[in-house]
């Protein structure tokens, strides 16, 4: 991921509301993308994943979405619950490369009022 | 299993002093990578190996060595540390999956910060 600084996109919504998170990546030959999630002071987790030939696969509560035409990925969270505010971060790899070559985006804050 | 263990959880170094990062996994996973993050950013890959005795270069190496003598462990060492390398340290590893389908698994990180 590039850098664009050092305010990151941030989503609030009511605990019950759906969330959708969007991530635009940049490398055409990217095939393989995983949504992570972050809170604070652990490392990511991962939550969903998605190769180019789908362009949707459903988790529990939780679905991506991928457009490889505009190069946009998201990821939908049904029924938001406190316990899912964090940062969510996508990243994406061209399955020829070593899978530890992960690209990952800036993130975006999702933070659930109660 | 315990997953993949890093240590320590927090350093503060002096610049030009030298410490290794440790991380072990007990998943018997082949790739193991270090990336590090900084405000407002997303993780960025310093080195990574695909195997033991394997090791190359991700987008950020400079300042920072890796070796992998075992598939348990991957250190990484900075050998005269600097302001610049005040991050948050992640290693990650994963399953050599022919299929390309396995994600990337996380330790908690280590925070070091650099004087």
């Known amino acids: 991921g590039e850098s664009v600084g050092l305010h990151l996109p941030t989503l609030s919504v009511q605990e019950g509301d759906n969330s959708i998170i969007n991530c635009a990546y940049s490398?055409?030959?990217?095939?393989?993308f995983i949504w992570y999630k972050q809170e604070s002071g652990k490392g990511p987790q991962f939550i969903i994943d998605?190769?180019?030939?789908?362009d949707k696969r459903q988790g529990q509560r939780v679905t991506v979405l991928l457009n490889k035409t505009v190069k946009h990925l998201s990821l939908q969270i049904a029924a938001t619950q406190p316990g899912d505010s964090a940062v969510y971060f996508c990243?994406?790899?061209?399955?020829?490369?070593?899978?530890?070559?992960?690209?990952f985006g800036q993130g975006t804050i999702l933070t659930v009022h109660p | 299993n315990a997953g993949v263990t890093q240590t320590p959880k927090f350093q503060v170094l002096k610049t030009g002093q030298s410490m290794t990062l440790q991380c072990a996994q007990d998943?018997?996973?082949?790739?193991m990578s270090w990336y590090r993050q900084d405000p407002g950013m997303g993780l960025r890959l310093i080195h990574y190996?695909?195997?033991?005795?394997?090791?190359d270069q991700g987008e950020v190496p400079n300042g920072y060595n890796v070796s992998r003598s075992t598939t348990e462990d991957f250190p990484l060492r900075l050998l005269s540390a600097a302001p610049s390398q005040t991050s948050v340290y992640f290693c990650?590893?994963?399953?050599?999956?022919?299929?390309?389908?396995?994600?990337?698994?996380f330790g908690n990180g280590t925070r070091l910060t650099v004087t």
């Open positions: 990650a590893s994963r399953i050599r999956d022919s299929s390309y389908n396995s994600p990337l698994h």
């Open positions: 490398n055409s030959a990217s095939d393989y």
């Open positions: 998605i190769r180019s030939n789908m």
């Open positions: 990243a994406e790899t061209p399955i020829r490369t070593s899978y530890g070559k992960l690209t």
């Open positions: 998943m018997n996973h082949e790739y």
């Open positions: 190996s695909v195997g033991a005795g394997i090791t």
